[in-house]
């Protein structure tokens, strides 16, 4: 049987199913409740019962002090709903709310998405998950490892497997040691998460969402993110690539798009040469100077954006990449009438 689950202070409802803790079923919906271990050892996800009763409880190695048992309180991870409930618990807002952590995971699995992209797939301890926001990044090192920052390409709802995006670039000793020499249970240390790039969940405004190559993963968190909140307002997604089989998860997208009600998956390809969409507003991005190539990339995807949505006045756009390739961009962007405000931008120091 389904039980309705109100979080205070935050007025936050969410449906527990029967057979899932209480932790389980609040990130599934997307809420982003302060939790570590996930295994009743920690204490972190200790929230206080204010009305309804709980049923069955799973054993915990945490001990309550008599003042936290007197008040009801008790760990989500162990617990299951028996009724309707109303708690007290410790939610996220924004990325400050978030503790720095250093873990050190094993690879469960390298995953090739296309020729040039492998998804890194990292689990954490039992006793020590990540929590996290939507959009963030981490700090992937190890012996033999070069540091990389990498955005987080997975939703929060499971931080016991972290997935990350890594592509194929010549001369780029991450990626190569990736490729070549990474094996399944070598130890990976991840230290975050870090970021602001992250879904404003009570805006209510329609959300364009524009990704570069392997950009997509910290995208793809937030769209994942967004459905597990059930947003109402339209989805859009742009990903800007310069060949078709850089669409590495299209196919993904596409199920997006076949699933819910108002989401849209616009693939831009090339460089303004897109056999599949042409239009006289655009102009010869050949022209246009001092543009690297993923800013060019960029750029041809925010045409496309202004063709489709000439006035952007009442959308939110989150996109990400390096300072230097977002100033045509966000010109652009601007001038067709997005409030600055509502430009989210992962001006990204790493490298996806």
Request: aromatic letters at 8%; a negative charge.
């Given at each position: ?212 190559e392997t950009g997509f993963a910290p ?133 996806d």
């Open positions: 049987m389904t039980r309705r689950v109100e979080l205070l202070p935050s007025g936050n409802v969410f449906q527990a199913e029967a057979g899932e803790t209480l932790l389980e079923a609040a990130l599934r919906s997307g809420l982003n409740l302060k939790y570590n271990c996930n295994s009743g050892s920690c204490g972190d996800c200790q929230a206080r019962l204010i009305s309804g009763e709980l049923g069955r409880m799973g054993h915990h190695d945490y001990v309550f002090s008599r003042e936290e048992r007197a008040n009801n309180h008790f760990l989500m991870c162990r617990a299951h709903a028996a009724s309707d409930l109303v708690l007290e618990a410790v939610e996220a807002r924004s990325a400050e709310d978030i503790p720095h952590h250093r873990i050190t995971t094993t690879v469960a699995r390298l995953n090739p998405l296309s020729d040039t992209v492998m998804e890194l797939q990292l689990r954490t301890p039992r006793t020590q998950t990540l929590w996290f926001l939507a959009g963030q990044y981490v700090t992937l090192s190890g012996e033999g490892l070069p540091t990389r920052n990498k955005s987080i390409a997975s939703c929060p709802c499971n931080g016991m497997l972290l997935q990350f995006h890594v592509q194929q670039v010549e001369g780029d000793p991450f990626a190569e040691y990736v490729f070549n020499r990474m094996k399944p249970r070598d130890k990976v240390e991840v230290e975050g998460p870090y970021g602001r790039f992250t879904l404003d969940e009570d805006s209510g405004r329609p959300c364009l969402f524009l990704a570069c995208v793809k968190s937030l769209i994942e993110h967004a459905i597990s909140l059930e947003f109402d307002q339209p989805l859009r997604l742009y990903w800007a690539v310069s060949r078709p089989e850089d669409l590495y998860l299209a196919n993904y997208c596409r199920s997006w798009q076949d699933g819910l009600d108002d989401f849209r998956f616009i693939p831009v390809v090339g460089q303004g040469d897109n056999p599949d969409w042409t239009s006289p507003q655009v102009p010869d991005l050949a022209d246009v100077p001092g543009l690297s190539p993923r800013a060019r990339r960029l750029l041809h995807a925010g045409l496309r954006i202004t063709t489709d949505y000439p006035d952007l006045s009442g959308f939110d756009v989150y996109v990400n990449g390096p300072d230097a390739d977002l100033v045509a961009l966000i010109e652009l962007l601007v001038r067709h009438g997005l409030p600055p405000e509502r430009l989210f931008v992962d001006r990204i120091a790493h490298i």
